[in-house]
């Protein structure tokens, strides 16, 4: 592995008016490892990965990424570097058929940049994209409009969209929510892939049975502090996660 | 027995709705009528118009660039509610080309309409940032501020303006120049907003956020289709200068702002045709209700509400929708 981790949270603490999202959170990420991010609502893990993304500046502290501050840096520059999200919320063009919609992405810089100045054939690429995460090529989801398809699909859109930058950081966010039992076992394969193809993954996640059987790591938040972090069944079993969690005193 | 209309492109539209196999005369001519009659409309209503519609038609297509100018920036996420701000810069741009440096007006035309957008988009740059309402509010204000700046300062002959600025060389070179700007900003704008580039800058409107998580500055963006949608409008502003053979406080009247929204409205936003055929409609029903006096505005007005709440998708949405709408008669027991 080579000088340091490939990204990392250094004292970040973020005020909301009078409230304290985040405070004092420092987390490491490693080349290729996937790292899980919990804790109870509203503990601060979707504004951790907004300060992380650029969508919200820090009040102080700092996010370093392959040894450089990013912290700072507008959100589409952020993504020019490697790393992109997917939102809890799915954010679709509902207009658009699915395939349309992975144009967008496709037409970032960081896509051109990445294979070598040339843009190519977009919507062949967004139906190979699409076929990846799991949209049947011969059944015509591809090309039904976002407004109607089903959630698991729309999540699974949302997944490509933020493969399609060829990202070296993926931050999944709540990807499994609102999800089946059945979608999740199919979207699974799909995140361990991204995983042998060398990507840094962070995934939030209240579905913690998925979720331990692929992180390597997790960290847990409560009140926007890392009150554990290791791995995942020494962690659940401290009592600090257990009162987070349940309320009460183990 | 009864009868009912009954569907029959519905299997075709569910696996593809563009797709048309262009085998016979008949299909071809589907799909060119609707491009072909507007196109040849234009280029020969001069031919066959008098002197007094002449006028009209110049003004038709004078407001449907405007109208199409607010389209493209509608389609971009922007509302703007100051169309005047581009046209007046457009306007006044040209004029002092033309009357303070003595240059031909054909060379003031495009230079004019470029440093118009220029201006335009510096003007509104720093607000790129606010959506919605706030953004409109902003274009709103500005040529009401400039009308109040050329007055204060009485720069550019103040309040009465420049006069007697040079007159383009005939009048058939301004009604073919203005026809064929429609017409090129009409179909090249359609087709942009068609292509890849035009996603993203519908995208930007439908969920910004998102595409800035697709590393693109939407900002960027937003500059770009500013610029490109205030040189259309400085373009038309600066025709009519040399049309009117004066600028001045005028060119940043309400009317430029509000009437382009009226148009795109009433015609169906977001597809640039619908700007146009608002256009067509409104601006000639302006010139007929003339007649009847008084009670001109309070008809024009009537006629408006009618409209948006009979037809909220807009006239060329609908005819659209039925245009490419197969049916057939079928017996109901």
């Known amino acids: 592995m080579g000088a340091g981790p490939l990204l990392a949270l250094k004292a970040l603490y973020k005020n909301f008016g009078g409230i304290l999202a985040i405070n004092d959170l420092s987390f490491e990420l490693a080349q290729g490892e996937l790292l899980g991010l919990i804790g109870p609502n509203g503990s601060g893990k979707t504004t951790a990965v907004n300060l992380i993304t650029g969508f919200v500046k820090p009040s102080s502290g700092a996010v370093v990424y392959r040894g450089r501050t990013i912290s700072g840096l507008p959100p589409y520059a952020i993504v020019r570097l490697g790393i992109s999200r997917t939102f809890q919320m799915v954010k679709p063009f509902y207009q658009l058929p699915a395939y349309k919609n992975m144009i967008i992405p496709l037409c970032s810089p960081r896509v051109k940049q990445m ?132 309320g009460v005193e183990a | 027995m009864e009868r009912r209309k009954e569907r029959i492109d519905r299997g075709i539209k569910v696996r593809a709705g563009d797709v048309f196999a262009l085998c016979s005369w008949r299909e071809m001519l589907y799909l060119l009528a609707p491009r072909l009659i507007p ?67 054909l060379l003031a035309l495009p230079v004019a309409a470029l440093l118009g957008g220029l201006l335009s988009t510096l003007c509104l740059l720093p607000v790129l940032r606010l959506r919605g309402v706030y953004f409109s509010m902003v274009t709103l204000i500005i040529p009401l501020m400039l009308v109040r700046v050329v007055e204060a300062t009485k720069i550019f002959g103040g309040t009465e303006g420049l006069s007697g600025i040079a007159p383009l060389p005939s009048k058939w070179i301004e009604l073919y120049l203005i026809v064929g700007a429609l017409l090129a900003a009409l179909f090249g704008f359609r087709r942009m907003l068609d292509s890849d580039y035009g996603l993203v800058l519908k995208a930007i409107k439908d969920n910004d956020r998102s595409v800035i998580n697709a590393g693109i500055n939407i900002y960027w963006f937003k500059a770009q289709a500013l610029f490109i949608a205030s040189s259309l409008a400085a373009l038309t502003g600066a025709f009519m200068t040399h049309v009117y053979m004066f600028v001045g406080m005028p060119v940043f009247a309400l009317d430029y702002s509000i009437l382009p929204i009226a148009a795109a409205v009433v015609g169906g936003p977001g597809t640039l045709a619908g700007a146009t055929v608002g256009a067509v409609i409104l601006v000639p029903l302006s010139e007929v209700l003339r007649g009847i006096g008084g009670l001109r505005i309070v008809f024009y007005g009537l006629f408006l509400v009618v409209f948006i709440v009979a037809l909220p998708e807009g006239i060329f949405h609908y005819i659209q929708r039925k245009y490419h709408q197969f049916e057939r008669w079928v017996e109901v027991q």
Not at chain 1, 149 to 158: A, T
Not at chain 1, 166 to 186: N, T, W
Request: aromatic share 10%; proline share 3%; hydrophobic share 55%.
């Open chain 1, 115 to 246: 294979a070598g100045g040339r843009y190519g054939d977009r919507d062949a690429v967004a139906l190979d994209l699409l076929e990846e995460v799991g949209f049947e090529r011969d059944a015509q989801v591809a090309y039904k409009s976002a407004a109607v398809l089903p959630q698991g699909y729309l999540k699974r859109l949302e997944l490509a969209k933020a493969i399609a930058l060829k990202p070296d950081v993926v931050i999944l966010d709540e990807l499994f929510s609102g999800l089946s039992l059945a979608e999740v076992a199919s979207i699974v394969p799909i995140i361990e892939r991204l995983r042998q193809e060398g990507k840094s993954i962070i995934m939030i996640e209240h579905r913690l049975k998925e979720l331990f059987r692929i992180a390597d790591r997790v960290v847990v938040l409560n009140f926007g502090q890392k009150i554990a972090e290791g791995r995942a069944e020494a962690v659940m079993a401290s009592d600090a996660v257990k009162k987070a969690y349940l």
């Open chain 2, 39 to 105: 196109v040849l409309g234009f280029l020969l209503l001069p031919l066959i118009l008098d002197n007094y519609w002449q006028k009209v038609l110049l003004s038709v297509a004078a407001f449907a660039l405007l109208a199409i100018s607010w389209d493209i920036l509608a389609q971009s996420g922007m509302i703007s509610l100051g169309q005047a701000l581009f046209f007046g810069l457009g306007a006044y741009c040209s004029g002092v080309l033309t009357h303070v440096f003595g240059w031909p007006p």
